[in-house]
């Protein structure tokens, strides 16, 4: 995640947009309605006082986005199945009512609903287009469980998905796909939506990467950089990131088998005998191709608690972690190889384990000159670390103020935010102490956070 001045705080467009993070293709399914949860009493302590200086925070977790108050912690708006637009202002929601599936609009800062619009059918809202004027929803699978989209390839045969216009002025259109299809983003002028197909359809093993072009109803495969054949591959995301920079959303994938590893440029070796292997799909949303970028050999193999990505503020570079042994790639983005490696000393670090707190993996974070790479990690409590990124090395440490599971960067640049355990503090990048901490009531785990600006009302 980053935040830049021309892009204030761009979201990683995950889970919203097929499966943010997801150390697995299954999501586990959360039914109940944070809205309905009392908010929770503020902390005390001369930390309180100061936390009046934290904004609202649109929050990514693993079953959807959230909206939260950074004074009191209470949520705003958003829960389970909620998504978002990349920038977080607006977030929709979908409710089932007699038969029919009700879209609301919320304004995030204030959980308000702005409009309602009303489409046939039990539908599940997948994802939001970058101008939020599309939504692309999808009838659930036979014997899905509730919550189950994005990320989760249920065996289908067909797949009915409604482009629905969130305003109302225009008219939904409706599709009904043989095969298995997950939304995956619209394409930048949102006239195309793009797609992952999970083959076979109705035992899903291996995907590829198709575009519903919406105004004719035809869908065909989405072809490589350079014109190169779609791939059909197996693998497990885990992390997401959507640049506004250069349009591209990065994918981090693993479990590929080597054959599709070949020809890639790989910093940590050359072999291609191993049957785990981690590399980022890359789908240029504006020219519409889709491209699997290699990354080092020392990198495959970690999971979602283990690895994050974030791209530069001038969208130049994107920055994979791995926290396993601090190791740190650095990728460009126009040529999609890796320019430079680097272990980094991570002291401290203790990513989530399958025997530890599902709500702890690595965060990464980065500065809005572009020359520091902040990254968090551990249970007990772990580490901010502060990476020079022209030179690889580790610049400064703090404690972390609590188990981390996200981070945020302050609009200004001067604190970061540190999601974890059901709180968000506020840490002073100047002092590396804590200047604020508030409890949260959101029970997923926080996977990035974005403040929002605030907003001067001219009238007053």
């Given amino acids: 995640m980053r935040t830049s001045s021309s892009s204030r705080h761009s979201s990683r467009l995950r889970s919203s947009l097929a499966a943010l993070a997801a150390a697995a293709l299954v999501l586990a399914a959360c039914t109940s309605d944070p809205q309905t949860t009392d908010p929770p009493i503020a902390e005390e302590g001369p930390a309180q006082d100061l936390a009046t ?15 939260i108050d950074g004074a009191s912690g209470a949520l705003i708006a958003g829960g389970p199945g909620t998504v978002a637009t990349p920038d977080g202002d607006t977030m929709y929601r979908a409710s089932v009512i007699d038969g029919h599936t009700v879209v609301s609009t919320l304004d995030a800062r204030t959980g308000a609903t702005t409009v309602t619009t009303r489409l046939g059918g039990d539908l599940e809202l997948a994802i939001a287009s970058v101008s939020g004027k599309a939504l692309a929803l999808v009838q659930p699978a036979p014997g899905a469980p509730n919550g189950s989209l994005p990320g989760l390839p249920m065996p289908r045969a067909w797949t009915p998905i ?25 394409s930048a002028d949102d006239e195309q939506l793009f797609l ?28 490589g950089r350079f014109k190169s ?7 497990v995301r885990l992390a997401q990131v959507y640049d506004p920079e250069t349009s591209q959303m990065y994918t981090l994938y693993s479990n590929q088998p080597g054959a599709y ?13 191993m049957t785990e292997e981690t590399f980022v799909h890359v789908l240029n949303l504006k020219e519409g191709w889709a491209y699997c970028a290699g ?20 969208g130049k570079w994107l920055y994979i972690v791995d926290s396993r042994d601090g190791t740190v790639a650095v990728m460009n983005t126009s040529s999609l190889r890796i320019k430079r490696t680097a272990q980094v000393d991570l002291s401290g670090s203790d ?24 990254v968090a990690s551990g249970a007990s409590p772990g580490t901010v670390s502060a990476i020079d990124i022209e030179s690889l090395t580790l610049a400064d440490r703090w404690a972390s103020p609590v188990p981390a599971s996200g981070l945020g960067l302050a609009l200004d640049g001067s604190a970061l935010y540190v999601a974890g355990a059901g709180s968000i503090a506020m840490f002073d990048l100047s002092s590396g102490e804590t ?13 990035d956070l974005d403040p929002l600006p605030v907003v001067v009302d001219a009238a007053g």
């Fill in 53 to 67: 200086d934290m904004p609202v925070f649109v929050a990514t977790t693993e079953a959807g986005r959230v909206a």
């Fill in 162 to 186: 409604v482009v629905a216009d969130p305003s109302g002025e225009t008219s939904s259109v409706r599709f009904r796909l043989e095969g298995n299809y997950e939304p995956e983003a619209f």
């Fill in 196 to 223: 992952i197909q999970y083959l076979p359809a109705e035992a899903p093993a291996v995907y590829r990467v198709t575009v519903l072009d919406t105004a004719t109803g035809e869908v065909r495969p989405v072809t």
């Fill in 229 to 235: 054949p779609p791939e059909r591959m197996p693998g």
């Fill in 261 to 273: 590893a070949q020809g890639y440029e790989h910093a940590g070796g050359t072999s291609h005998d």
């Fill in 295 to 314: 990354i080092p050999e020392q990198m495959w193999g970690g999971t979602a608690h283990e690895q994050a990505l974030a791209p530069s503020p001038d």
């Fill in 351 to 374: 990513p989530a384990t399958d025997d530890a707190t599902e709500d702890v993996r690595t965060s990464v974070a980065v500065s809005l000159d572009g020359a520091t790479l902040f």
């Fill in 435 to 447: 200047s604020a901490t508030v409890p949260t009531p959101v029970l997923d785990a926080i996977i």
